[in-house]
């Protein structure tokens, strides 16, 4: 029963960092975009929260409706005022401008919050569960962050393929020049784009606040997590996001049991291992 109650614990966690994944997927299957600052958005996002909750006094999960709206803001003012002009067949100046966008957000949020060590604090749900079988708790929050990240994924999925913006968002990934020529204006696909991104890792973002400490120095290990994520459940598959979200929050949550000290290492040699036997990832297709 130990055993079954630590891949449980693995397969809720992956379910946070599927959601940071999807946002990735999404602006690099739309626009070919590495975003270095993935990770640092994410951690701005909890700040955001922070502060609408001790100014607000608001729970941390009422929070979400108010910061996912304004990282939307900021993804599209900051795709189509900055990012697009980064935009072309050079892959590194959208890494060098998101790789310096990083450094502001780690540094800016350091001057206003300190490097203090931070967590949202969303009340009796943190510590609620509830018995699945004989030796075999769940807890309620975890539950609620894994369904709240099928959701999403799947609200992805369908926006992807069952609306107008989805189908923009295809047509300029397939051939940003012909979508321009059909009347499409691919700065603001883009932008929508990276809004749409924004507010999922918002919500990721508030989600992982509540369960661990942050700060500001913690974007790059949120990027790390993402990045594996993508790439083991495939690139371009929202999906296969979720499947690499999980494998990679068990094999964590094996290592931590085997020993702590092996949490990090084991996600990364599972993400090694995959890769050398798939380098495409699991999924790599697009599921429909």
Do not use: C
Not at 123 to 141: C, K, N, P, R
Not at 190 to 204: E, K, P, Q, R
Not at 213 to 224: V, Y
Not at 231 to 254: D, F, K, N, R
């Amino acid at each position: 029963m130990e055993w079954i109650n630590v891949i449980i614990q693995g397969v809720l966690i992956g379910g946070l960092y599927a959601m940071f994944a999807a946002g990735l997927a999404l602006i690099f299957g739309v626009m070919r975009l590495v975003n270095i600052a993935h990770g640092d958005l994410i951690v701005l996002a909890a700040y955001l929260a922070l502060v609408a909750a001790e100014t607000l006094v608001l729970n941390p999960l009422t929070a979400i409706a108010i910061v996912a709206p304004v990282m939307a803001a900021i993804g599209y003012l900051l795709q189509r005022g900055l990012l697009n002009r980064t935009l072309g067949d050079d892959l590194l100046p959208p890494l060098l401008v998101t790789f310096g966008l990083s450094i502001i957000i780690q540094n800016g949020l350091l001057e206003l919050f300190t490097a203090d060590s931070r967590r949202l604090n969303a009340g009796a749900i943190e510590v609620a569960s509830f018995q699945l079988f004989a030796g075999v708790w769940i807890g309620v929050l975890p539950l609620v962050q894994f369904i709240a990240a099928i959701a999403v994924i799947g609200a992805l999925q369908v926006l992807f393929y069952r609306t107008a913006l989805g189908r923009a968002f295809r047509a300029t990934a397939d051939d940003p020049s012909v979508a321009q020529l059909m009347g499409l204006d691919n700065r603001h696909v883009f932008a929508l784009a990276m809004a749409v991104s924004l507010a999922v890792i918002a919500v990721a973002g508030i989600l992982i606040a509540i369960r661990t400490n942050f700060d500001p120095a913690i974007g790059p290990a949120r990027l790390i997590f993402g990045f594996e994520a993508v790439i083991i459940g495939g690139l371009g598959s929202m999906w296969g996001t979720l499947a690499g979200g999980i494998i990679l929050g068990v094999s964590q949550a094996i290592g931590a049991h085997i020993d702590p000290g092996w949490q990090q290492l084991a996600g990364h040699l599972a993400f090694l291992a995959i890769l050398a036997v798939r380098p495409q990832g699991l999924f790599p297709k697009i599921q429909g």
